[in-house]
Nanobody, 130 residues
Framework: QVQLVESGGGSVQAGGSLRLSCATS????????LGWFRQAPGKKREGVAI????????YYADSVKGRFTISQDNAENTVYLQMNSLRPEDTAMYYC???????????????????????WGQGTQVTVLS
């Protein structure tokens, strides 16, 4: 059974930093696709960052490039999202998503929509105060 457990959310002043974690279990972590999405009230869920665990290749949404970094710890089957220079518009519920058995890096990094992932965590709230 695939399980994704997010942690690390909280409240922070604008300009501050947070690191989110997504602990995964229940499937083969190697060569899978993992992503971070976020959803603000009244808005649709949007892709923030994606990583192909097979080689570490990444994708970032334009809105977070240069500020957010997705990384992984293969030994712990955990993916992180380091968020720096946070802005009030980054306030949202952040979700971890997984797609096991990803065949290629190219396919993984094209998964930028909610419908592209089958497994989701419960989310962790990030609030950036102005």
């Amino acid at each position: 059974q695939v399980q994704l457990v997010e942690s690390g959310g909280g409240s922070v002043q604008a300009g501050g930093s947070l690191r989110l974690s997504c602990a995964t279990s229940g499937y083969s972590y190697v060569s899978s696709c993992l992503g971070w999405f976020r959803q603000a009230p009244g808005k649709k869920r949007e892709g923030v960052a994606i990583i192909y665990t097979g080689g570490g290749s990444t994708y970032y949404a334009d809105s977070v490039k240069g500020r957010f970094t997705i990384s992984q710890d293969n030994a712990e089957n955990t993916v992180y999202l380091q968020m720096n220079s946070l802005r009030p518009e980054d306030t949202a519920m952040y979700y971890c998503a997984a797609e096991p058995d990803e065949a290629t890096m190219k396919r993984c990094l094209s998964r930028q929509r909610r419908a592209d992932f089958d497994y989701w965590g419960q989310g962790t709230q990030v609030t950036v105060l102005s």
